[in-house]
T-cell receptor
């Protein structure tokens, strides 16, 4: 089955800098990959989806890349703000049949002013 | 809009007792999911349902059962709770049965402590 690694448990950056989070996966290449944000005590909230034939996707200050050769996705937050502080989760289809998502353990981002 | 509603918000349960965690969605999504989230382990899939009347096992199904009698409800039952089932449980739904390329919507979670 698919495995996901988000290689940083925590990332601390200063306001205004760009945060870059990494998601690596093993086994098969998924048809798509998703990123979620989770605040303490809350459920995850969807941010972005990128398909295997898309190299890059943007939404406001967010950018996601998808490299199927490296089996990696990068998630960038530009001009970061303290309000961006949260845990960010990478998610992929559980298997090639696509039945349900599996999630990485997440990276907790802290943006200091 | 309500989205996904989970009940109860939190519960303390004696070991050996049974309990049903409730999940209701008002988005008419055909797929629903149960995850548990534990510190250091992240979100893990317990059971899923691609459409009403069907269910499947996730990564950690042991000790849990689900049913999907209709589109809106997806209850999770612990038949005989054990302390290792202490966790935060999240219900989610999505528009496509195989989740396809659509987002998952999550409830606010149920914090369960088994003592």
């Amino acid at each position: 089955s698919q495995k996901i690694e988000q290689n940083s448990e925590a990332l601390n950056i200063q306001e205004g800098k760009t945060a870059t989070l990494t998601c690596n996966y093993t086994n098969y290449s998924p048809a798509y990959l998703q990123w979620y944000r989770q605040d303490p005590g809350r459920g995850p909230v969807f941010l972005l989806l990128i398909r295997e034939n898309e190299k890059e996707k943007r939404k406001e200050r967010l950018k996601v890349t998808f490299d199927t050769t490296l089996k990696q996705s990068l998630f960038h937050i530009t001009a970061s703000q303290p309000a961006d502080s949260a845990t960010y989760l990478c998610a992929l289809p559980r298997n090639q049949a696509g039945t349900a998502l599996i999630f990485g353990k997440g990276t907790t981002l802290s943006v200091s002013s | 809009t309500a989205g996904i509603t989970q009940a109860p918000t939190s519960q303390i349960l004696a070991a050996g007792r049974s309990m049903t965690l409730r999940c209701t969605q008002d988005m008419r999504h055909n797929a629903m999911y149960w995850y548990r989230q534990d510190l250091g382990l992240g979100l893990r899939l317990i059971h899923y349902s691609n459409t009403a009347g069907t269910t499947g096992k996730g990564e950690v199904p042991d000790g849990y059962s689900v049913s999907r009698a209709n589109t809106d409800d997806f209850p999770l039952t612990l038949a005989s709770a054990v302390p290792s089932q202490t966790s935060v449980y999240f219900c989610a739904s999505s528009d496509k049965g195989a989740i396809g390329d659509t987002e998952a919507f999550f409830g606010q979670g149920t914090r369960l402590t088994v003592v």
